[in-house]
Every structure is written in structure tokens, then in C-alpha cells.
């Protein structure tokens, strides 16, 4: 089978050869005519699929009824207690939310995703059974890589260390954790947890850290030593980091060299409300960024889509990029920056590789971030997996 | 005319009458079957027409190949450099795109424009008189008021004093001010002069105000104490008013209540990489604050479709809003409040008014933010102006 005439970025317009699911040839489009299964793409841009580094299948209440959000306050904590209410008012399980969140992003040229999934003790390991059935479900179609979450927190949350370690023992892939001091109030405690979980089955860990300023700031660095410490290279990510966006300026430094030195990946959806990683600075000390969608219209935000083409505009848009090389930086973080820190082998246009990519009209990358259109084609293995912005599977 | 079942929020599902291109009733929904050329909305939620408080319709390049940008910093300063570059190597004339960018805000529903035009030494009134003509071509259907802006300052661009009162007396609406510290450097010579033309033609005033910190809380306060004297009550406009999210807290509240008492009002666009104004605490204040797009797709950024459904959702996410409430009161924002300063005669969802509606598929205002779908039909003084997601005038 060959796709012809495929815009690939940085490279021209190329024909793509594929051959029992794999890319066999990536090359200059011959002109030749198209025969039986060869599809023209007349132009259209071809890109990677996307990989979507943080989403939370279990939480969106995709499909049902409008939930009006209900915190009663603007702090982590506030949301947290609205969620455990919203939680337990609900009468269609995760699976069937989650699955149609996991269409919507295949939809939209996602064929990645880390998830992370909500343990603690009004749930124990309720939603990690949903998701892991959700894995089931699509496997094949979407990596789905799940991380156990303590969203009630570790200590406040007793019983949620015992949790964590249970939940991979029955196939989450990484330990996640959250806020050790502003949830917590004791950062070592926490971090002992997560960190022993790690070690303890050797998966890497992936922290929510919302706490701003110098607290938000010594708690990355002391994740930072601690993965050192472990020799977890590569396998640690600190989502959000807003502490990055509105600490002192040189402890700000300080903490993004550290994250360098100590290969700690960062996770940035791009917030609405609060303050953005320096992406310049980061990228300036070889911190790998990576974007995910996080909530998607669930018990903490109306908002989200699961577009990762639109993920990658708001973390350009909030990171005041505005060049054509920014954009496509964004992009990166939106597809293999993502790839990158989740390991996922075989990605990209390569020989070899899963012969995986997303159709666009657009005329360059810089013009599908800034108009988002409409997926014309996703296809995975070679099989089209989702046309004109609908799933097929 | 008849609209029937029409879902018109914080009211429920109405029939709509229309004759002579107005409103004549909105009632609760009868069921009674439609007949010849009524429309049946079958529960679509029908809204009144956007307005876009904040465009600029002579810079766009919307229709041009993609043009990078080309700015060499991150400075007000330098994105005037390299669009005084981008000008002067156009080959299409403004009308042209900014034209094409009338009917695609049409199609996204907005049928109501405050436009800044740029006027300077280099300019002259080239471009105001390109966009009087993009006025009259879509007169009857667009509102389009223009604000004379001298987009390379004042005093540092000799002449330009005399061009804003020329371009006044050739039909600009308002006058415009930037920066008067930021750019000009002397924000009593500055504001002199746009007060001068405002009080001389009994016009009124949209400042661009991007400078931070305290010296924007200062001018802010010099353009409302300036605003109160000249009785100019509701007329001024500070155009981002950055200051407002970055300065000390006390002299934030100090201003926005000043602001409050001298009817000066905010329009935001919900901006990427500077700080948002604190709508809840103008909110508290009365002050007027109303939304626009800003760029689109020109020298200063790459982002904006035109799109103030989207834009309601930018302004929403930017400021944390996640009730149903707060994003509803974005919405205002892009509705409602636009027309208020604006001062648009016969506005929204009463009897004698202009028959002008907007219909998305959506089950609900909140949801309408949150999923920004395609509008299915744009509809002015009873004619349908544009159908699923395109212009037909």
C-alpha cells in the first residue's frame, strides 16, 4: 500500500510506503498514479499521531448529562472534595465514559495516552479496574499507560500506601503522587511512599504538583535527588510544575538545571489559570516537556476535548509563542516529546515503524496548530482508524 | 415569521416571531407545527449575535499565504518593527482581508465589530480609508466601529496628532492611545493629545494599555481621572489593561474601583502569555468588561479565527472560571456587555428589535462554551446570513 503525495513536515512532499502495518518506505512522491489501495493525500499534511501525557480516563463524565461543577472554593483541596461527591452520585461506570473519551481522542489523532487514575480510600482500586478494562478494550488501537494516582493524597488518605503498591501489582505502570505539601503537609512522608513503591517494583513516577512558588520549587528539586538517588533516569515527571512559572527567578534556575542534570521530565497542559513553565528555560537545560490534555469535562473543569492539536495551540498560546520554529516546538511536545518519556517503540515516520499517522488539510504545522481542522484520517497499522473527525476502530 | 422551539437560555424553549425583520414576540413554545418558511429549531439554543469588541480588521492576513512571523522580540516595541516590515511588503490590499475576515466572523456569528485601525507616519490614513470601504460593503449587515489608533505612538511618530483628528473627521468613531509610557515615554503629552481630539469631536476613547505593573496601574488611573472631567461617562475603553493582573494588590483595587466610579470599561482577549485582569474583583466594582478577538492571523500573532464562542472559552479558561455562572458571564462578555459599550441600539431578545440570532447544537449556554460547535445558522433581521459554518451574506 502506498499513501501519496503526504506533506511531511520538514521533509516535503513524499509518497509512504507500508507493508503488513509497518512503514516500509518514507520517500520523495514519485508523481506516479495511485492504483487499488494507495490513497492520494493531494498535498494533505501528514503527521505523527499524538500523545496525549496526561488524562484522566476515569474522572470525565463524557457522554452524560452537563454536571455542573460544583467546588465550592478555587483550591486543590475544594476540587478534590467536590469530586468525591460527584464520584458517588454516579450511575454509569468509568468504563463507558472513559471508552468514549478514548474514541473521542483517537478522533482527534491521538494513539497515546498516560493516564492517570484515582486511588484512594472511598475508591481503593474501583477505577483502576475500570481503566484496565478500558486498555482491554482498545488494545492494539491506543498505548494506554496508566499511572496510580493518590488524588485524595498518601498520608491524609490512610490506607492509599498499601493502595498504590497493590495497583501495580495488578498492572498500573507507574506510581504517581500529589502535592506532598500542600495536600500532604509533609513532603519526605510522601515522597517515601512514592519513591519505595518505585523502587519496590521498579516503575517510574509521575507527580501532580500544583503548589506554587518556593515551596513548589524545593519539593521538584528534592524529587529531583531522590530520582537521582533511585538511578530512575528518565523515568520521573513532575505534571504541572506551576512552582516553575511563579518562584524567585533564581531559584527558578536553580531547580530547572537540576531537573537536567537529573533527566526529570515536565508535563504542561497549558493552564488556563495558572502560571506556565518557562518552556525557554527549560528547554535550555534539556528538560524534556511534553503536553497532555488533563481534565476533560469532569468534576474539575468544564473544558477539554481531548485534542492534542489544540493542546499544543493553548501551550503555545500561554508560552507566547508566536514564530513558526515555537509552534512547531509545541507540536513536539504534543507528539514525540511524549513519545519520548513514555518510551513507546516504533514512533514516527521511520522504517520499521508502526505505520501510524494523522491526515490534515493544512498547508504547513504552523497553519494546523492555528486552525485545528478537522481530522481527515487517522490510521494506525496502516488501517483507518477514524475519517472526517469520527471513529470507526 | 416563525422560530420555533428555540432553546433561549435562562428562559427555556420559546417560539420566536419575526416580521419585518424584528422581533415581534418570544413566548414560550406553542408545538404547533410550522408551516412555509417558519424554521423549526427542534430544541437548538438560540443566542444573540456575538460581538466582537476588539479586532483589527487592517491587519490581518487571513487568505494570504501563511506569512511566519517575524519579530526579533518579545517587546510591544518589536512587533511594531517587523509589522511596519510586513506592511510594507503586502501586495493585497486590506479591504481584500479584511473582507474575508468580516465573513468569517459572520459565519462564526458575530455581526457586531469595534475595529482598531492603524494610523501613523508611515500609514497616513491609508488604512482607515481601506476600512471605511470594508464598512460599506457590508453595511446593514456588520455593525463596524472604528477606533483611530496610532499604533506607532504619538510623539514618536511626528504627524500622527493630526492624523487622528483627520481620521475623526473622515468617520472614525473613536480614538485610540497606546501605551502612553510603554511607547511614548510621556503619558501627559500622550494622553493630551487623545483627549484633545475625543473632546474636540465628542468622540469617544479605546486606549491600547499592554504596560505592567505599577506604571499601567498609573496611567490607568490618569485615563480615568481625564475620562471624569471630561464627562466622557461610559465612553473610554483601556484596551487589555495588563497592569490590572500584575500590579500590588492594593493599588490593583485602588484602581479598579476608580475605574468603577469613573465608567471607564475593560476589554480583554484573554491574552496567552500576559497577565489576566481580575474579573471578579471589577466584577465587584461595575466595571463594564467586554471581550474581542485582538490578532488574527497577522504580523503581531499567528493565533485567532474571528471565533467569539472560542473566545469566551479563552477568556473563561484564562480566568479560572469553571461554574456554569462564571462561564455564562464570559459569554456577557461577548454579547451583551460588547453591546452595552458599544452602544448598539436594539440588542438581543425583545420585541421591536433586529431579528438577528445566532443557533448552535447544544443543549445548554454552558456547553456551547465548552464544546464551540460549528454554527448552524447566523441569521440577520430574519435572513439567514450564513449556514453551517459558512458565510452566504
Known amino acids: 500500500m502506498r499513501i501519496a503525495n503526504a506533506l511531511v513536515h520538514d521533509v516535503g512532499l513524499c509518497d509512504i510506503d507500508i507493508a503488513a502495518g ?30 496525549d501525557g496526561h488524562i484522566h480516563l476515569d474522572k470525565t463524565l463524557l457522554g452524560l448529562p452537563w454536571v455542573p461543577n460544583q467546588a465550592t472554593g478555587d483550591r486543590v ?13 454516579r450511575t454509569v461506570p468509568e468504563v463507558e465514559t472513559g471508552s468514549a473519551l478514548v474514541r473521542q481522542v483517537v478522533a482527534n489523532g491521538t494513539l497515546h495516552l498516560r493516564t492517570h487514575v484515582d486511588i484512594d480510600n472511598q475508591l481503593g482500586l474501583r477505577n483502576l479496574h475500570q481503566v484496565l478494562e478500558i486498555r ?14 493518590p488524588q485524595s493524597g498518601i498520608l491524609r488518605s490512610p490506607g492509599t500506601a498499601e493502595l498504590l503498591d497493590a495497583a501495580i501489582a495488578e498492572g498500573a505502570d507507574l506510581v504517581g503522587g500529589l502535592d506532598p505539601v500542600g495536600i500532604d503537609g509533609d513532603m519526605d512522608a510522601h515522597l517515601n ?24 520549587l524545593v519539593q521538584m528539586r528534592a524529587i529531583a535527588e531522590r530520582s537521582r538517588a533511585l538511578g530512575l ?34 508535563m504542561t497542559h497549558g493552564p488556563g489559570g495558572a502560571t506556565m513553565p518557562p518552556l525557554r528555560l527549560l528547554a535550555e537545560h534539556n528538560v524534556h516537556v511534553f503536553s497532555g490534555s488533563d481534565n476533560i469535562r469532569d468534576a474539575w473543569s468544564p ?11 493553548l501551550v503555545a498560546y500561554r508560552a507566547n509563542f508566536r514564530h513558526d520554529d515555537e509552534l512547531a516546538s509545541a507540536f513536539k511536545m504534543a507528539t514525540v516529546n511524549g513519545a519520548h518519556v513514555l518510551a513507546l517503540p516504533h514512533y514516527n515516520f521511520h522504517s520499521g ?10 498547508p504547513s504545522l504552523a497553519e494546523a496548530i492555528v486552525t485545528r ?6 490510521i494506525k497499522a496502516g488501517r483507518v482508524v477514524a475519517r472526517d473527525g469520527v471513529f470507526i476502530g
Open 353 to 362: 515503524h508502526s505505520a501510524d499517522l494523522v491526515v490534515v488539510d493544512a
Open 303 to 313: 473544558f477539554g476535548n481531548g485534542d492534542m492539536l489544540e493542546r499544543a495551540m
Open 233 to 266: 533516569h528518565g523515568q520521573v515527571t513532575i505534571s504541572h510544575g506551576f512552582a516553575l512559572g511563579s518562584g524567585p527567578i533564581d531559584q527558578v534556575q536553580r531547580t530547572c538545571a537540576l531537573l537536567g542534570e537529573s533527566l526529570v521530565n515536565i
Open 77 to 89: 483541596i475544594d476540587r478534590i472534595e467536590a469530586e468525591r461527591r460527584v464520584r458517588a452520585a
Open 22 to 51: 509497518l512503514f516500509t518506505a518514507v520517500r520523495p512522491a514519485s508523481g506516479a498514479p495511485v492504483t487499488g489501495d494507495d490513497l492520494d493525500l493531494g498535498g494533505a499534511l501528514a503527521l505523527p499521531p499524538m500523545v
Open 193 to 216: 511512599v512514592v519513591f519505595a513503591v518505585a523502587a519496590r517494583h521498579g516503575v517510574g513516577v509521575d507527580i501532580h504538583l500544583h503548589d506554587g512558588g518556593e515551596s513548589g
Open 373 to 378: 481542522p478537522r481530522r481527515k484520517l487517522v
Open 136 to 149: 482491554e478494550r482498545f488494545r492494539g488501537l491506543v498505548t494506554i499507560q496508566v499511572v496510580a494516582f
